[in-house]
């Protein structure tokens, strides 16, 4: 229960942050879809790591991450899809430092928890998702259109049932495993928070740049 009540707290708190964000402003959202595009590459082959260091006698807990690496594949390409959708070519815009930090560190915690870590990474940016809300939505596709904001529709609509399969899965762990996934889930929930007032920052450098171009 009190992890429950963090949870909700944790979720709450960065929910707060990342919509004060300037979600309708074609220079960030362009850099989100971009930085986004580079972290999720990541995700399956995140999965395959933490799945070649999982126990053999943890069936369930294996066959949770095939199924989950099989959903997640391929989708990178819709946020590169959405970029081209908002006329921005996906190949302008560079890879940011806090981007590789932020799905690097995951690989580490992954080897050195025997992949168990990885719950709290894929919990947190399954919850965040799930949780940005409809009206969230309208105002992105007034803003971009529909054929530019694919990436979020799908992670909003498709993934509450992701949540409750995540949290459950968490519930069944050993106490010193729980303590491994909940850790970083509130590592996860402040490096992508940073992750996305890195991307505002650097917008608004873009913005100056080609106004000083121009
Ligand atoms: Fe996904």
């Known amino acids: 229960m009190m992890k429950h009540q963090?949870?909700?707290?944790?979720i709450d708190q960065a929910l707060h942050q990342i919509e004060n964000l300037p979600w309708t402003d074609k220079n960030f959202y362009s850099q989100f879809l971009k930085q986004t595009?580079?972290?999720v590459s990541h995700s399956t082959r995140l999965l395959a790591r933490t799945m070649s260091l999982t126990p053999t006698k943890e069936t369930k807990r294996y066959s949770r991450f095939v199924e989950h690496m099989t959903?997640?594949?391929n989708h990178e390409v819709i946020a590169w899809a959405d970029l081209k959708?908002?006329?921005v070519d996906p190949n302008s815009l560079e890879e940011l430092p806090t981007t590789k930090a932020f799905y690097g560190l995951q690989y580490y915690k992954a080897d050195i928890s025997s992949g168990i870590s990885l719950l709290g990474y894929i919990l947190f940016l399954e919850a965040i998702a799930s949780r940005?809300?409809?009206p969230f939505m309208t105002r992105?596709?007034?803003a971009h259109g529909v054929k530019g904001t694919r990436f979020l529709h799908v992670h909003t609509t498709e993934d509450p049932e992701h949540v409750e399969h995540a949290l459950e899965q968490i519930s069944l762990l050993s106490l010193n495993e729980q303590k491994i996934v909940w850790?970083?889930?509130n590592d996860t929930a402040i490096l992508y928070v940073n992750l996305l007032d890195e991307i505002a920052k650097n917008?608004?450098?873009n913005k100056f740049n080609l106004h000083k171009a121009s």
């Open 140 to 142: 992105l596709k007034e």
């Open 183 to 185: 850790e970083n889930f």
């Open 6 to 10: 963090k949870y909700e707290n944790t």
């Open 71 to 73: 959903e997640e594949h």
């Open 85 to 87: 959708g908002i006329g």
């Open 203 to 205: 917008s608004q450098i």
């Open 37 to 39: 595009y580079f972290f």
């Open 132 to 134: 940005l809300g409809a």
